[in-house]
């Protein structure tokens, strides 16, 4: 099949959406709020609006890292920035599902692609702030992304869309971080054994050594599990 008529037949082949797997603390509080709120909005809100509304607020949030050498509270801005994000990255699934609007495909791509650029403007801006030095902001960046693309690949090959890892979801990192902004405010190095060092960098590290435990984890449990499913029995 060309890709022209690929292109052509999407739509009108039945889509079968992969089971979303939502278990973080706070999965269950925020959901109600979010369909409490979605239930609220203006007819003229459409989810495409929410979801240009969380992807400006990351852009800023990565420009207001940046300016932070110049302007200290501007770690607290990206506070409210991150606030922002949240409701239009939170929102626009959720107003499309109580509207019976559900775009699957169209709303995967977009949603997905877009976290990944909100990651690069983010994580850049870290790198920028002088509150953490670039390595580490690259590092985060990376696991962030290993850890999209085999939630992507387990999507596809595994029929489940896990939205959180070992009961953390977007929100709590949104929450994590934001705590994370208001000590480096106060508070931008700490001492481990009596070197100084910043406090991001500290954070940074033990993040990514997380990240890298869930990715292996992970990543070892749905080969096992693709390995058995697919077992090619000896002839």
């Given at each position: 099949m ?24 706070l ?5 109600r ?70 775009r ?9 692609i ?72 106060f ?49």
């Open positions: 060309t890709n022209t008529a690929a292109i052509a037949g999407i739509g009108k082949e039945p889509f079968r959406d992969a089971r979303r797997v939502q278990e973080s603390f999965a269950g509080i925020e959901k709020v979010l369909i409490d709120m979605a239930k609220r909005m203006p007819g003229a809100v459409n989810a495409d609006h929410l979801t240009a509304i969380g992807f400006a607020a990351m852009i800023a949030a990565g420009a207001a890292y940046a300016v932070a050498p110049l302007w200290t509270p501007a770690l607290l801005a990206v506070n409210v920035l991150l606030a922002v994000n949240w409701f239009g990255d939170s929102m626009d699934g959720t107003l499309a599902r109580v509207r019976n609007q559900q699957p495909r169209y709303g995967y791509y977009v949603d997905h877009i976290d990944a650029l909100s990651a690069m403007f983010l994580f850049g801006g870290l790198a920028l702030s002088g509150f953490m030095s670039e390595r580490v902001a690259m590092g985060m960046l990376l696991c962030y992304l290993l850890l999209a693309i085999q939630s992507y690949l387990a999507t596809h090959s595994l029929g489940v869309f896990s939205i959180s890892w070992w009961k953390f979801s977007p929100t709590e990192m949104r929450i994590l971080l934001a705590v994370g902004n208001t000590v480096a405010f508070t931008p190095k700490t001492r481990i054994l009596g070197e100084p060092m910043l406090f991001f960098d500290v954070a940074g590290v033990i993040a990514i050594a997380c990240m890298g435990v869930v990715l292996g984890v992970t990543v070892v449990r749905n080969t096992v599990t693709l390995y058995r499913a697919e077992r090619i029995e000896p002839r």
